[in-house]
């Protein structure tokens, strides 16, 4: 991608530098950002790429090579929450971000000129708007000599999807985006932002991630994903807990007899079983059974679906049938009601479960999913 040559042809001059933060696919820990606990993504080779250059009077410019519409052209004082640039359209994204660096005391007033284009697919549970965000972070970071860190940037975009877009989301894909090292899978507390980055070479293990898009579009601003935040909220609350971080996996049993509400129960088992499941993955990861996490895996995939009940048809046709042509274990990923599944596969197994995925759509009527592989990446970094 040209970016700063189609910024040259756009804007008329030349920009200032060109900046790049990947999408990211979880490995395990499933809406656990946001009760404080523990989640394993790893960022993607595809990525949300930025030339951007700083202005001094004011006006926000933002264009997107994805998207067919003019330029966007605001005023950095203008911008508010939920504004029109705060209710859908891929320009909340870079806008909030702005908002959330004014707010937070940062000096961007001078405003920006901004020509994006991204590979992350849109829609598919793969953190495109975190890619969006982090990048125009990490651009304005460098442009305006803030010096923030990369856990800094990631807690300012996560701001500007929460309050500027009005997403509940929480912290995990900005951070992956702004904190992911290649080779790495990162874990992450949410409640400190401790990082860890746990080595992940798959094919040293000859093994493979496969990314299933599924194709279904998800969307987290339609309630789904807000209701479910308020029910692990009420939940916490009824156990006496800030958070269900707080409640030991030793202990569910006992927590769940408390509670009388049978969603909110549902959704109480699901977090704090998936902050275990994390736990299981890190500890087989540090031992080398890389291949044991399959069947965790897949165990957290019957939680998603049968608990959180936020999977779909087509997510649990890719779990199940990769599972039947061999996989080695399988789940969807993301926020869900559609977007994507990951399959742990043998390198040798790859093509032939990819096949049975796609006949299994075909099958069904379904449109054919996109699969490629899931490769560690590196974070948000500046590329000129």
Same mark, same amino acid.
């Not at 042809?9 to 030349?14: D, F, P």
């Not at 549970?125 to 970071?141: C, F, I, K, R, Y």
């Not at 990446?377 to 500046?382: C, K, L, N, Y």
């Given at each position: 991608m040209d970016v700063a040559g189609q910024f040259a042809?756009?804007? @008329?001059?030349?920009a200032d530098g060109v900046w790049s933060?990947?999408?990211?696919?979880?490995?395990?820990?499933?809406?656990?950002?946001?009760?404080? @606990?523990?989640?394993?993504?790893?960022?993607?080779?595809?990525?949300? *790429?930025?030339?951007v250059a700083r202005r001094s009077d004011g006006v926000l410019r933002l264009h997107s090579a994805d998207i067919d519409a003019p330029v966007a052209e605001l005023r950095v004082d203008d911008l508010t929450p939920l504004s029109k640039y705060g209710q859908g359209g891929w320009a909340a994204y870079p806008a909030g971000v702005v908002w959330a660096l004014r707010e937070a005391g940062h000096t961007v007033s001078g405003g920006a000129d901004i020509h994006l284009a991204s590979t992350v697919p849109t829609g598919a549970?793969?953190?495109?708007?975190?890619?969006?965000?982090?990048?125009?972070?990490?651009?304005?970071?460098d442009l305006y000599e803030l010096g923030l860190s990369g856990p800094e940037l990631a807690v300012l975009a996560q701001r500007a999807e929460n309050a500027f877009v009005g997403v509940p989301c929480g912290v995990m894909d900005q951070m992956a985006s702004a904190c992911a090292t290649e080779g790495h899978a990162l874990h992450l507390d949410c409640r400190d932002l401790a990082i860890r980055?746990?080595?992940f070479d798959l094919a040293a293990?000859?093994?493979r991630l496969l990314v299933v898009d599924t194709r279904v579009k998800h969307e987290l601003g339609d309630g789904a994903y807000a209701e479910r935040r308020a029910g692990c909220e009420e939940g916490a609350r009824q156990l006496g807990v800030s958070h269900l971080r707080d409640v030991p996996y030793a202990e569910l049993p006992a927590a769940l007899a408390k509670l009388t509400?049978?969603? *909110?129960?549902?959704?109480?088992?699901?977090?704090?079983s998936d902050d275990h499941r994390v736990e299981q993955v890190i500890g087989l990861l540090d031992a080398g059974e890389v291949r044991a996490i399959g069947p965790v895996l897949t165990e957290g995939h019957a939680s998603l679906r049968d608990d959180l009940r936020i999977s779909c048809e087509e997510l649990d046709l890719v779990v199940s049938c990769a599972n039947a042509a061999g996989a080695i274990g399988a789940r969807m990923t993301g926020g869900g009601f559609g977007g994507s599944a990951i399959v742990l596969v043998e390198e040798a197994d790859a093509e032939p479960v990819t096949k049975s995925i796609l006949e299994a759509f075909a099958s069904a009527g379904f449109t054919a999913p996109r699969v490629f592989p899931a490769v560690p990446?590196?974070?948000?970094?500046?590329e000129r």
């Open positions: 042809k756009l804007y @008329g001059y030349e933060a990947p999408g990211r696919v979880n490995l395990i820990g499933e809406y656990t950002d946001f009760n404080e @606990g523990f989640v394993m993504p790893l960022a993607l080779p595809h990525t949300a *790429v930025a030339a549970g793969l953190s495109s708007s975190a890619a969006l965000e982090v990048v125009t972070a990490l651009a304005l970071n980055q746990v080595p293990h000859g093994l509400d049978e969603k *909110v129960r549902r959704y109480v088992r699901h977090i704090v990446s590196a974070g948000a970094r500046r």
